[in-house]
């Protein structure tokens, strides 16, 4: 039984694999959605690097901010 199970698989693989591969139609449509991608990448890309900036900034401010309120609570418990 195992081995008509395996037979019909490799038969199935052997007539489905002289198949088209591919699901595009034609170079055509493959370049146009190779370009759409590309595109996509690029404004991926910028706005990764958009992200990056800010969260830079935010870090460089909270440290900021941090040293500034240190600061201050010990100002005031020398005042006290």
Same mark, same amino acid.
């Given at each position: 039984?195992?081995?008509? =199970? ?18 595009? +139609?034609? /170079? ?7 370009? @759409?991608?590309? @595109?996509?990448?690029?404004?991926? +890309?910028?706005?990764?690097? =958009?992200?990056?900036?800010? +969260? ?7 440290? =900021? +901010? ?8 010990? @100002?005031?418990?020398? /005042? @006290?």
């Amino acid at each position: 039984m195992r081995r008509r =199970i395996m037979l019909v698989m490799l038969v199935i693989l052997l007539t489905v694999a002289t198949g088209h591969a591919g699901w595009l +139609g034609n /170079d055509d449509q493959l370049i146009k959605v190779q370009n @759409e991608l590309h @595109e996509q990448q690029q404004d991926t +890309g910028a706005w990764m690097v =958009i992200a990056g900036m800010l +969260g830079i900034g935010c870090t460089i401010f909270f440290g =900021i +901010g941090a040293a500034i309120g240190s600061k201050a609570r010990k @100002e005031v418990r020398e /005042d @006290e």
